[in-house]
């Protein structure tokens, strides 16, 4: 399983600069890496390169040797930092679950979601309990590639461990790839087999 980035520019249409420029980055799902960057450094835009969240920019990423589709599930699923973002604010948690998959009840178990959150609207819950309703969505059965952008940011050290307990359990066990994304270097020490530098990719 392979996930490549291949000259990679990007720069947002109202910005006279490149965010990103040339990068060049191969992954794949023997090893959980780490990608270090500061906040502002173009990090999370990178992310949605490769996750197929932004499709107009400069280069090509392949997975499996196949460009990303376009429509339809996305085998490289990407997981924000603020997951009140992406959740339709009208939709009770069950069914912003049930639009990526069906959840069975040992799933929700691992990730401490309680049933009673199924019933209620985004807002009405924690950062910390809709994190690991985010998380849970992008661990789709048909995820191959994880991608989670400073996921854990905002979350209380304990709730931290929980999460990315969970992850790391569900990706060896399904053999999936996972970038870490963070600013935080002793996160990363700890969670990570590898790590990369965002600067030492970033050609600006």
Same mark, same amino acid.
């Given at each position: 399983? /392979?996930?490549?980035?291949?000259?990679?520019?990007?720069?947002?249409?109202?910005?006279?600069?490149?965010?990103?420029?040339?990068? $060049?980055?191969?992954? *794949?799902?023997?090893?959980?890496?780490?990608?270090?960057? *500061?906040?502002?450094?173009?990090?999370?835009?990178? #992310? =949605?390169?490769?996750?197929?969240?932004?499709? =107009?920019? +400069?280069?090509?990423?392949?997975?499996?040797? +196949?460009?990303?589709? $376009?429509?339809?599930?996305?085998? %490289?699923?990407?997981?924000?930092?603020?997951?009140?973002?992406?959740?339709?604010?009208?939709? /009770?948690?069950?069914? %912003? @679950?049930?639009?990526?998959?069906?959840?069975?009840?040992?799933?929700?178990?691992?990730?401490?979601?309680?049933?009673?959150? @199924?019933? !209620?609207?985004?807002? +009405?819950?924690?950062?910390?309990?809709?994190? !690991? &309703?985010?998380?849970?969505?992008? %661990?789709?059965?048909?995820?191959? &590639?994880?991608?989670?952008?400073?996921?854990?940011?905002?979350?209380?050290?304990?709730?931290?461990?929980?999460?990315?307990?969970? %992850?790391? /359990?569900?990706?060896?066990?399904? *053999?999936?790839?996972? @970038? @870490?994304?963070?600013?935080?270097?002793?996160?990363?020490?700890?969670? #990570?087999? *590898? =790590?990369?530098?965002? =600067?030492?990719?970033?050609?600006?």
């Amino acid at each position: 399983m /392979k996930l490549k980035a291949e000259n990679i520019s990007f720069k947002y249409p109202s910005a006279k600069d490149y965010i990103l420029k040339d990068i $060049n980055l191969e992954l *794949d799902n023997k090893k959980i890496i780490g990608l270090i960057g *500061d906040s502002g450094s173009g990090k999370s835009t990178l #992310c =949605k390169i490769l996750s197929g969240h932004i499709q =107009k920019y +400069e280069g090509e990423v392949k997975f499996n040797d +196949e460009k990303l589709p $376009n429509k339809g599930f996305k085998p %490289v699923q990407l997981i924000y930092q603020h997951p009140e973002k992406v959740m339709n604010p009208k939709w /009770k948690m069950d069914k %912003v @679950l049930s639009e990526s998959w069906d959840v069975d009840d040992a799933t929700l178990s691992e990730f401490g979601i309680q049933k009673s959150w @199924l019933t !209620r609207f985004p807002q +009405e819950l924690s950062g910390g309990e809709l994190q !690991r &309703f985010s998380v849970l969505r992008a %661990v789709n059965p048909k995820t191959q &590639f994880l991608i989670a952008d400073e996921m854990t940011t905002m979350l209380d050290a304990i709730t931290q461990v929980q999460i990315l307990d969970s %992850v790391i /359990k569900i990706v060896k066990q399904r *053999d999936m790839g996972f @970038l @870490l994304v963070s600013h935080d270097m002793d996160l990363v020490d700890t969670i #990570c087999d *590898d =790590k990369i530098y965002f =600067k030492d990719i970033n050609g600006i």
